[in-house]
């Protein structure tokens, strides 16, 4: 027979009267056939499975043998919420569905053993069985298959929900919050603290395929104040050798890398790749440390630089350019004349006229420690 299949009436309550027989094999069945369920179904979650079987086996009888015009293959909505709810309770177990189905086929086994044999003896004919049996065997597969919906909405679920404690605790970070706050915000995200954190302020359309080259526990904030373009990533223990190895990574990717600072002070690391980044300065701002600091006042440093240029500002601008680059260059080679003109790709009789020039204009204020430090930062960030 097909779909169509109707118990007669001795067999289904013949069967029914073994059902809680069937279910209590199903369960010890389980128990010695898979490691690690013997703890699991031996007290309450037994209990809760036999309670599950008699209630699927029950309602597949009933469609089987009393519901005309029912497909006895598709559950009943009390077996698939079971079902269900296994499948969840197995994902907030942390185990795989492996073993929750090969559950299922060792009771589709057990319980088809024991059914047809009593099918059989209350007067099931040889068709009538073999139909039993692909309907028992169908109506597993639902039920296995509503389990796996089940375990894989859980794990969806407690992964948004993850996710969002998470973000909940960069932003705590970004924000400098008390070390109380960020530790207990850990603890709720179920994120274990590193030694240190380092930002990286990442384009938006390079946050993918560089999460996937950085470690798991990177945290990720997407919707960050002033960086319509990027995004930051917190990453643990990228400081020492870990270093260099993890940025190489992700160096093709327009990163801009803080400093590894302790993970509750993250935010100390923040400041400075999103300062770095506002500035246009890119890859390790570890390499840009000279210029981060000239450019830490620009105000301060435009007084700083006009004060120390005076001596030139009634100059015309061309000839002011020439020997503020001449001045420049002079300080960063400490006066070798030679080393001068290769820089500036002129003669070195032309380097020692325009250094004329210079000592006429800043006459003994060239060989005053304290003019000649307000000169190099005055001009130490010019391109």
């Not at 293959?73 to 907030?92: D, F, M």
């Not at 999460?211 to 945290?219: D, E, M, Q, S």
């Not at 400093?259 to 300062?275: C, K, L």
């Not at 001045?327 to 006229?353: I, K």
Request: with cysteine; proline share 6%; hydrophobic share 45%.
């Amino acid at each position: 027979m097909s779909r169509g299949l109707l118990l007669p009436e001795e067999s289904a309550a013949a069967i029914r009267a073994h059902l809680p027989r069937v279910a209590d094999d199903v369960v010890a069945a389980i128990i010695a056939e898979i490691p690690g369920y013997e703890d699991d179904l031996g007290g309450r979650m037994g209990s809760t499975i036999r309670t599950a079987v008699q209630m699927a086996l029950g309602g597949f009888l009933s469609l089987a043998s009393g519901r005309r015009g029912s497909d006895p293959r598709t559950p009943t909505a009390p077996a698939v919420e079971g079902a269900y709810a296994l499948g969840r309770g197995e994902a907030r177990s942390g185990r795989s569905t492996a073993a929750l189905l090969s559950a299922y086929r060792i009771g589709a086994r057990v319980s088809w053993r024991e059914m047809s044999g009593v099918a059989v003896a209350s007067g099931l004919d040889a068709a009538q069985t073999a139909s039993f049996a692909e309907l028992v065997f169908a109506y597993i597969d639902e039920l296995s298959a509503s389990s796996v919906a089940g375990h894989d909405d859980e794990l969806a679920s407690a992964g948004r929900a993850r996710e969002r404690l998470r973000e909940r605790l960069a932003r705590h970070l970004l924000d400098g919050a008390p070390a109380e706050t960020v530790t207990a915000a850990a603890e709720d995200a179920g994120w274990t603290p590193p030694s240190t954190l380092t930002a990286l302020v990442v384009p938006s359309a390079q946050v993918r395929p560089v999460l996937a080259a950085l470690p798991p526990g990177t945290l990720s904030v997407t919707d960050v104040a002033g960086l319509d373009d990027a995004a930051v990533l917190l990453v643990p223990d990228c400081h020492g050798s870990a270093r260099s190895t993890t940025l190489g990574r992700v160096d093709d990717r327009g990163v801009v890398a803080g400093p590894a600072r302790p993970w509750t002070d993250a935010h100390r690391s923040v400041d400075r790749a999103r300062r770095a980044h506002a500035l246009g300065l890119g890859g390790d701002t570890e390499e840009h440390l000279e210029q981060l600091v000239l450019t830490a006042d620009p105000e301060a440093l435009a007084d700083l630089r006009a004060r120390a240029l005076a001596p030139l500002a009634d100059l015309k601008p061309a000839a002011a350019e020439k020997l503020t680059a001449t001045l420049r260059s002079w300080l960063l080679h400490q006066g070798r004349r030679e080393d001068v003109a290769a820089d500036l790709f002129v003669h070195p009789q032309t380097v020692r006229y325009r250094m004329q020039q210079l000592r006429e204009l800043y006459a003994d204020d060239l060989e005053d420690p304290a003019t000649v430090l307000r000169l190099v930062i005055a001009l130490g960030a010019l391109p």
